[in-house]
């Protein structure tokens, strides 16, 4: 019903940003809490960060913080990710996935994922 589509990711050197997108599409609705996921090779799903369905409400995991900010333009159905002061252990796959607001935990919806690689 729901589809999410990230983009925007690529090579970055230590030190670098990148920002990265996920689009939804189908019966969305901004009601829906977002969040981001990595994965490295090897290493199991991680959660990044989560915001709420208005935006005002926002959560990151500890070895982002500070480095790392959610944002949503619910116009245009996208929540994006900024990541500064990138290092090589960020390198993994980016997920963005969707909670229905009934749900207290877990997610509905899944994008494909967007490759991010820190390295010089």
């Known amino acids: 019903q729901v589809q999410l589509v990230e983009s925007g990711g690529g090579l970055v050197q230590p030190g670098g940003s990148l920002r990265i997108s996920c689009a939804a599409s189908?019966?969305?609705?901004?009601?829906?809490?977002m969040g981001w996921f990595r994965q490295a090779p090897g290493k199991e799903r991680e959660f990044v960060t989560r915001?709420?369905?208005?935006?005002?409400?926002?959560y990151y995991a500890d070895f982002v913080k500070g480095r790392v900010t959610i944002s949503r333009d619910n116009a245009k159905n996208t929540v994006y990710l900024q990541m500064n002061s990138l290092k090589p252990e960020d390198t993994a796959v980016y997920y963005c996935?969707?909670?229905?607001?009934?749900?207290?935990?877990?997610?509905?919806?899944w994008g494909q994922g967007t490759q991010v690689t820190v390295s010089s």
């Open positions: 189908g019966r969305t609705d901004s009601t829906y809490s």
């Open positions: 996935a969707a909670r229905n607001p009934v749900r207290t935990a877990g997610y509905d919806y």
């Open positions: 915001i709420s369905g208005s935006g005002g409400v926002k």
